[in-house]
C-alpha cells in the first residue's frame, strides 16, 4: 500500500465508501510499513502482513492464509483480491472457508519477458475460481480472464478508476505555487509525468524524447514525480545525456497541485490497464500525449492522443512540442458522466458488496 494507480484507486474508494456499512481490512504481502498504512488505521481498517511470495516459498505462503482463514472465517463476507500475481492462491482458500472472493485486474500484461510469462502462469487459475471479476478496462479483464470472462458484463465488471474531480481541476494559484518552489518560470514550458519508475512506464524513451524536445526548446522542463526500482538508472541517464531541466520531486501526497504546473502529460507507456493519472491529468485540463499501448478506454475525453511506440523519439518531441500553447480546458462533467466521480463509484460498490452479503450470507 504504498502510492502507485491501484493502490491509490483503493484508497479513493475507501475514504469515500460509508464505513458505518462497509469497512475493509488489509492484508499486505510486505513486512515493511507502507505509505498509506496510518490513514487505513485511522479509518478504522486492519492491517496484517503475509510474506512476500516467491515460488521457493510457496508452501510457507500458502500455510499463512490456511492460518488466516482459519482464524479470521467469521470475520469477513467478502475477499476483494486486487493482487493479481498470487490471487489463485488466496481466493482459493478464502473459498473453501465460505469467503466471497472477487478476483480484480488492475493492469493489462505485456507478455514481452520471463516475469510477463510467470505473471500469466500464475495468475490464469484465477479464471477457474473467483466468484466475480472486476477490471479497470475491458483490455484488463480480457488480459487477465481471457476473452470470454472479459467480455461477459454478467461476470465481469468494469469499475472505473474514479478520483476526487474537484481537487484536481485547474488551479492558476496552485500552478503558480509550484513552479515558484521548483524554481520554474512562467514562460517555460512542462512535460510531466507522474507515475513509478519502473520499467512498464519507460522512463528512458520518455527521456529520449525529452532530449529532443531540448533541441528545439533549450528551456523546457522535465518534471518527474514518483520512485521506484528504476530511479537510479534513471538519474545515470540524465547524467549521461547530459539533461539539464529535469525535476525529480519523489513521491508526492499532493499529486494534484503538481499537475497545475504542467503543460503537457507525457505517457509513452509499454502497458496499462486504465492509469489513474491519465484520469487525474484530464480532470486537470492537460493535453495528453500517451502510446497506443494505453487501452483507448483511457481516452475519456478528446485531451488524450495515441501515437505508436515504433516512431521515434523526434518524432514524439516534434508532436509533444505542437501542445506549447495549449489553453488549459475544464472537462469535470465529461469525466462525471463518464462514471468517474469516485462517490459515485464508491456508492455503487458499497451497495455491490451489501447486496453479495445479502443473498450470500
Known amino acids: 500500500m504504498n502510492r502507485g494507480g491501484a493502490e491509490t484507486m483503493i484508497m479513493n474508494l475507501y475514504r469515500n465508501i460509508d464505513r458505518t456499512k462497509v469497512q475493509f481490512d488489509f492484508v499486505e504481502n510486505s513486512d515493511k510499513p507502507a505509505v498509506f498504512d496510518e490513514e487505513i488505521r485511522s479509518l478504522g481498517g486492519q492491517i496484517f502482513r503475509c510474506p512476500h511470495y516467491s515460488v521457493k516459498n510457496h508452501f510457507t505462503y500458502c500455510k499463512w492464509w490456511e492460518n488466516f482463514f482459519r482464524i479470521h472465517k467469521n470475520e469477513y463476507s467478502i475477499v476483494h ?3 493479481g500475481s498470487t490471487a489463485a492462491i488466496y481466493l482459493h482458500i478464502a473459498k ?15 507478455m514481452k519477458n520471463l516475469s510477463d510469462l510467470r505473471y500469466a502462469l500464475f495468475t490464469y487459475p484465477t479464471r477457474f475460481i473467483a466468484d466475480h471479476f472486476f477490471t479497470c478496462s475491458r483490455e484488463a479483464g480480457i488480459s487477465r480472464y481471457g476473452k470470454k470472462i472479459g467480455n461477459d458484463i454478467e461476470q465481469c465488471t468494469h469499475l472505473p478508476n474514479a ?3 474537484n481537487k484536481f481541476s485547474f488551479n492558476a494559484s496552485s500552478r503558480k505555487m509550484i513552479r515558484n518552489m521548483l524554481g520554474i ?25 525529452f532530449e529532443r524536445i531540448c533541441r528545439k526548446s533549450p528551456n523546457a522542463v522535465l518534471l ?3 520512485d521506484g526500482e528504476r530511479r537510479a538508472e ?3 541517464y540524465i547524467a549521461e545525456k547530459k539533461l539539464k531541466h529535469v525535476i525529480l520531486t519523489g513521491v508526492k501526497s499532493n499529486t494534484w497541485d503538481y499537475y497545475q504546473a504542467m503543460d503537457v502529460f507525457l505517457m509513452p507507456s509499454l502497458y496499462e490497464g486504465l492509469p489513474v493519472s491519465l484520469v487525474e491529468a484530464q480532470a486537470s485540463g492537460l493535453p495528453c500525449c500517451v502510446s497506443s499501448a494505453v487501452p483507448r478506454e483511457a481516452a475519456i475525453t478528446d485531451l488524450v492522443q ?10 514524439w518531441a516534434d508532436w509533444v512540442l505542437t501542445y506549447c500553447h495549449s489553453p488549459r480546458q475544464d472537462r ?15 456508492r455503487w460498490l458499497e451497495n455491490y458488496y451489501l447486496e453479495v452479503v445479502r443473498s450470500h450470507g
Open 96 to 110: 473453501k472457508y465460505g469467503i466471497y472472493s472477487i478476483a480484480h485486474s488492475h493492469n493489462t500484461n505485456a
Open 163 to 165: 478520483i476526487e474531480i
Open 81 to 83: 483480491g486486487h493482487l
Open 306 to 315: 495515441f501515437r505508436s511506440l515504433e516512431d521515434s523519439a523526434e518524432q
Open 185 to 209: 518560470a512562467d514562460t517555460q514550458f512542462v512535460v510531466g509525468n507522474i507515475s513509478r519508475f519502473s520499467a512498464q512506464k519507460n522512463h528512458i524513451f520518455l527521456l529520449d524524447i
Open 224 to 226: 518527474l514525480v514518483g
Open 332 to 346: 469535470q462533467s465529461e469525466l462525471r458522466n463518464a462514471g468517474y466521480d469516485i462517490s459515485e463509484t464508491a
Open 234 to 236: 534513471i538519474e545515470a
